[in-house]
């Protein structure tokens, strides 16, 4: 019992979050009242379980790979192959194992699909052995992979997805990628065990983290905004008003995760109440607003949006 309970602590189910990108296509893609909505939502679930295994094979992967660098860490020793919970051996089966179940359910969606799970397999394989050792490109690896998560997820109920979605995707991705690393860092320099934790961390310094943290903060916010202005889009413009809780929220992150008090982006989700009210009030919100928009358009403001030619009413 006790070795199985820690093989699914290996899979680390509270990292499956990470995959709601998957349903982006579906959340900003889909009418609700489109007459294929329900089978999109089927495929887009199903293309979500394909991410949930293949991810969980790349924590397996990677715990096999970081055991004796986890030993190190303050929290990361608990892990279950660190901490000897779990054989590397059964640690590699299960990576192995989840992989091939994974790659083989993704083969029964759009082979557009199956093409981007398994380029996320091998991108992620790529960091586990050595994209992990190479300063900022370890997190824009990172990044790649939530692209891959957000593309497949479009793939799988075949919806175009919006360039800016992507883009949007990629800088908040750095921007919680970099403060993970801003961190790691404040735990483990007080130690002095920084470098032997992670590698990259002897090249990084808090002050080009910090920088970091800002530029990316401030592109993700920029890109959210250019993504709510495009008509193109068949989401409804009114998520521009979403815009002050999109803010506090990358404000909040940064605050939290340069006190080096929690581990990175799902730890902050978790454990610190302000970020998750927020996220959870975003969420209510954006889902009214595409839900209901046309119920709820007429009682806010008529605002002109750019390349329009003439607004509704005459602007103020």
């Known amino acids: ?69 986890d030993a190190l860490h303050p929290t ?12 590397p051996l059964l640690a590699g089966i299960i990576s192995i194992g989840l992989a091939c179940v994974g790659s083989f359910a993704a083969l029964q969606l759009p082979r557009g699909f199956a093409l981007t799970a398994v380029s996320y397999l091998i991108l992620n394989l790529f960091y586990s052995l050595a994209g992990k050792r190479m300063v900022v490109l370890d997190v824009i690896i990172i990044a790649i992979g939530f692209v891959l998560r957000a593309l497949g997820g479009a793939q799988a109920i075949e919806v175009p997805v919006s360039a800016w979605l992507i883009v949007c995707t990629f800088t908040l991705c750095l921007f919680l990628g970099f403060g993970k690393r801003r961190c790691e860092l404040a735990v483990m320099e007080a130690g002095g065990k920084a470098s032997k934790h992670r590698a990259t961390l002897a090249s990084y310094t808090p002050e080009i983290l910090s920088l970091f943290l800002a530029v990316s903060g401030a592109m993700a916010v920029t890109f959210f905004l ?33 006190r080096g008090q929690l581990t990175g982006p799902t730890d902050v989700l978790i454990r610190d109440r302000p970020f998750l009210v927020t996220a959870v009030v975003w969420v209510v919100v954006t889902m009214g607003l595409i839900v209901y928009d046309k119920q709820v358009s007429p009682y806010l403001p008529i605002l002109r949006y750019p390349y329009e030619t003439r607004p509704t009413s005459q602007p103020v």
């Open 76 to 87: 990361k020793k608990f892990r279950p192959v660190a901490s000897g919970a779990v054989s």
């Open 226 to 258: 250019l993504y709510t202005l495009d008509g193109s889009n068949p989401t409804p413009r009114t998520l521009i008003f979403t815009t002050p809780l999109v803010c506090f929220a990358i404000f909040r992150y940064a605050l939290v995760i340069t």
């Open 1 to 69: 019992m006790r070795t199985l309970l820690a093989s699914i602590r290996l899979l680390r189910p509270a990292q499956w979050v990470k995959n709601v990108f998957v349903l982006a296509a579906l959340v900003f893609g889909v009418r609700p009242s489109s007459p294929n909505a329900f089978d999109a939502l089927c495929a887009a679930l199903e293309a979500l379980g394909i991410f949930c295994m293949l991810s969980s094979s790349v924590y397996a992967f990677n715990d096999l790979m970081d055991y004796r660098e």
